[in-house]
T-cell receptor, first 112, second 114 residues
Framework: EAGVTQSPTHLIKTRGQQATLRCSPISGHTSVYWYQQALGLGLQFLLW???????NRGNFPPRFSGRQFPNYSSELNVNALELEDSALYLC???????????FGQGTRLTVV | GDSVTQMEGPVTLSEEAFLTINCTYTATGYPSLFWYVQYPGEGLQLLLK?????DKGSNKGFEATYRKETTSFHLEKGSVQVSDSAVYFC?????????????FGKGTKLSVIP
């Protein structure tokens, strides 16, 4: 069975541009989570989607947004990129919100 | 709010040494507790979990016991290998008013030398 898949693996953008990151959850999982892992800062919770709705949001500015599609895949959009947005963005999925989450390999976003 | 505190790293051990990585948490109610591992250049893998007090999670020789009285979930392994070199994250999952959030500690980097 396929795990959580994220694309692209690496993404290089210029400051001020927009980035779109994609995530496909494990088959049957309805919850998708997004985390930012910046160097030296651990994992910071970004967003949680379940059944197509945004259920919870971390302490990030509105230029971080996303959505979940009817097939439960998800997109994370980051607008007006800043240099400090450079990080590994991890997506995770779970059967529902109260069960363990399984992570993808991440998308490494570099803003230059 | 909920929080997880892990021992600061990095931790360097010789092969076959005993490993303990401390983890304590703050949460209202009774969260589920997890240890995740991140190998270099990879995402996070679930290592073990415990969902209620006194539960012991175990996997690949690693163990952790959910201690409600001390709000702790320390990770242990009796004999580490070079292949265990990675960053280890303690995490809790708590629900409040139907909202679930997985909260992580800052991670502890383990290096095992031959």
């Amino acid at each position: 069975e396929a795990g959580v898949t994220q694309s692209p693996t690496h993404l290089i953008k210029t400051r001020g541009q927009q980035a779109t990151l994609r995530c496909s959850p494990i088959s049957g999982h309805t919850s998708v989570y997004w985390y930012q892992q910046a160097l030296g800062l651990g994992l910071q919770f970004l967003l949680w989607y379940d059944e197509g709705e945004e259920r919870n949001r971390g302490n990030f500015p509105p230029r971080f947004s996303g959505r979940q599609f009817p097939n439960y895949s998800s997109e994370l959009n980051v607008n007006a990129l800043e240099l400090e947005d450079s990080a590994l963005y991890l997506c995770a999925s779970s059967l529902q919100g109260d069960t363990e989450a399984f992570f993808g390999q991440g998308t490494r976003l570099t803003v230059v | 709010g909920d929080s997880v505190t892990q021992m600061e790293g990095p931790v360097t051990l010789s092969e076959e040494a005993f490993l303990t990585i401390n983890c304590t948490y703050t949460a209202t109610g009774y969260p589920s507790l997890f240890w995740y591992v991140q190998y270099p250049g990879e995402g996070l893998q679930l290592l073990l979990k415990a969902t209620k007090a006194d539960d012991k999670g175990s996997n690949k020789g690693f163990e952790a016991t959910y201690r409600k009285e001390t709000t702790s979930f320390h990770l242990e392994k009796g004999s580490v290998q070079v292949s265990d070199s990675a960053v280890y994250f303690c995490a809790l999952l708590y629900s409040g008013a139907g909202s679930y959030q997985l909260t992580f500690g800052k991670g502890t980097k383990l290096s095992v030398i031959p």
